[in-house]
């Protein structure tokens, strides 16, 4: 077997990740407590989605999309469910989060880059000492996207929009645009969405009634959370239809 083979078969293997490479730099005090503030828990935003149609059509897209990558379609809902929240509560485009969370990680949740980058977001464990308290694990889902879309957001910031530095330094990879190109190509190729279904070219009734299909999953998944207090009610979205 060559080597390059061998290699990639053991990245596969033991679930390591090649991206994550967030480098240490000293914060400003106020930076530091503005970010520490950021990390600390607060209500869902009632603001996530406009209502719950808008709700419905971003969850049922987003999860055709994810299908091939994540399965399991509970695991898949609350991915996205908290995936959405985080963003928004950043106030970061989720579609850019899906993308980053692509090359990052490949949307696997325990992967760890030889650099000792955790999670979906790839995040490096000296956050958690310069932020948050040794009891948060960067493998549970939503720490690990709430770490990571606050550190996305402060780059951004820090790099005044300019979106590819800003994804490079997330990285660890300023000055090189391979990471940064990367991510940009994952939303425009698989991530990018304006708000409506995208049944494709080929619209048939097999093809609407089978996003018809997927859309009342979701309704009920909805329904089922929030009946019993999680799901849609936490997100801040409105409950009946």
Known sequence: MR????????????????????????LALEVQEGLKASIADKPAPRHGFNNTTAAVNWLT???????????????????????????????????????VIQVESNFRKY???????????Q???????????NTHN?????????????????????????LPRALSRYNGSLGKPVYANS???ALRATWQY??????GLDVTPESVASHSEKSLEIVSWMDSAA???SGARRMGLPTTM
């Open 183 to 185: 991510v940009l190509k």
């Open 3 to 26: 080597p390059t083979l061998f290699l990639l078969g053991f990245v596969t293997l033991t679930g390591i990740a090649e991206a994550g490479n967030q480098i240490y730099e000293p």
């Open 194 to 199: 304006d708000g409506k279904l995208a049944i």
């Open 123 to 133: 995040v490096m464990p000296f956050w958690v000492d310069l932020l948050g308290r």
């Open 61 to 99: 897209e987003m999860s055709q999309r994810l299908q091939p990558r994540m399965p399991n379609f509970q695991s898949r809902m609350d991915f996205l469910r908290t995936l959405h929240f985080e963003a928004t509560r950043a106030g970061l485009d989720p579609q850019l989060v899906l993308a």
């Open 227 to 229: 009946a019993s207090g």
């Open 138 to 162: 960067l493998f549970n889902l939503r720490t690990n996207l709430r770490y990571g879309c606050v550190i996305l957001k402060y780059y951004i910031e820090r790099e005044k929009g300019d």
């Open 111 to 121: 992967a760890v880059s030889r650099s000792g980058a955790r999670g979906y977001m």
